[in-house]
């Protein structure tokens, strides 16, 4: 039982913790609403988990024998990044309640997962950690965790944006709102580029 409480504290402390996704959700939130934000809390949550699993299962040993691979992931994570922090300060401040087909899609949470580097961190870091053997039932088994933390900790990002969407509730809050998220992908983005 303490190796599935350790692998539950590792995902809590990997998923809540501020990122880029969490970034997004948190504006999702604070735009669209609860319901119509959780197409992206679903997809970053099942982009992860398979990332995680692939890892588990030795996307890792493909990475260290071509570690061109991993720069080509942090460039295209940077890329979509300062894209997402161009549209969050291009938006014009409106919030979208029962807009859900502007909020972003399930697919762009999980591409989100695969471009952020904090994703592969964990990813690595959490194998390295609990799957050392490449032991298929504990890939899984820590999946099955990721799983349910990683989307309640991208919920509450979300649930907490929606809060906020009280004191943002004119176009003129918002677009200061959102050009501050948008500033703090850029700064992520720039933070990945540095050696």
């Not at 501020?18 to 997004?24: A, E, R, S, T």
């Not at 890892?55 to 997402?84: C, D, Y």
Request: aromatic content about 12%; glycine content about 10%; some cysteine.
């Amino acid at each position: 039982m303490s190796l599935i409480v350790s692998m539950a504290a590792f995902a809590l402390v990997a998923s809540i913790t501020p990122g880029p996704v969490n970034i997004v959700a948190l504006s999702c939130g604070a735009q669209f609403g609860f319901r119509a934000s959780q197409r992206h809390v679903a997809g970053a949550t099942l982009g992860f988990v398979l990332l995680l699993v692939l890892m588990g299962l030795g996307l890792h040993e493909i990475l260290k024998l071509w570690p061109f691979l991993t720069r080509v992931v942090q460039l295209a994570g940077v890329a979509f990044l300062l894209f997402m922090a161009w549209k969050l300060a291009a938006d014009d401040g409106q919030l979208h309640a029962g807009e859900a087909g502007r909020a972003p899609s399930m697919l762009y949470g999980a591409v989100m997962q695969w471009l952020n580097p904090k994703a592969w961190l964990a990813c690595v870091a959490g194998m390295g950690a609990f799957v050392a053997d490449g032991e298929a039932r504990l890939v899984w088994q820590f999946a099955a965790v990721y799983l349910v933390i990683c989307y309640l900790s991208v919920g509450c990002w979300v649930y907490a944006g929606t809060f906020l969407r009280g004191y943002l509730g004119n176009p003129k809050g918002m677009r200061l709102f959102n050009r501050l998220m948008a500033l703090l992908l850029a700064a992520s983005a720039g933070y990945l580029l540095l050696p």
